[in-house]
């Protein structure tokens, strides 16, 4: 399970970028051909985020469809899986979308004086 090494790297990020203030939401982006299941990366944020500025924070995941370009006619077409045919019939394909990782959002905690 590689989600695992990727939560923790996304933790040390978040926790990086959060200046020593605690966490409150997660906004990550996931594109459906990443091979990374956002379920995995779910169970695995609680886990990784005990006794951190992360712990109790909300994680919200968006994934962003497969998309690619079509070599022969130029047809944009979703894919679910990393590879397809186009309708014209060419399996000559060029991705556009849905391999990202993306941390696109961190909510801390705003500190009142």
């Known amino acids: 399970m590689h989600e695992l090494g990727i939560t923790q790297n996304i933790v040390a990020i978040v926790t990086e970028h959060s200046q020593d203030t605690k966490v409150k939401r997660v906004l990550l982006e996931i594109g459906k051909l990443s091979a990374i299941m956002p379920d995995a990366i779910r169970f695995c944020f609680d886990i990784c985020t005990v006794d951190t500025l992360l712990e109790g924070a909300t994680l919200e995941i968006l994934e962003t469809p497969g998309l690619a370009k079509c070599r022969q006619c130029g047809a944009e077409i979703s ?14 394909l060029d991705l ?4 990202e990782l993306k ?7 705003e500190v009142c004086v």
């Open 103 to 109: 941390i696109k959002e961190i909510e801390i905690e």
């Open 96 to 99: 556009m979308a849905g391999e």
């Open 79 to 92: 894919l679910e899986q990393p590879f397809g045919i186009c309708h014209c019939g060419s399996i000559q």
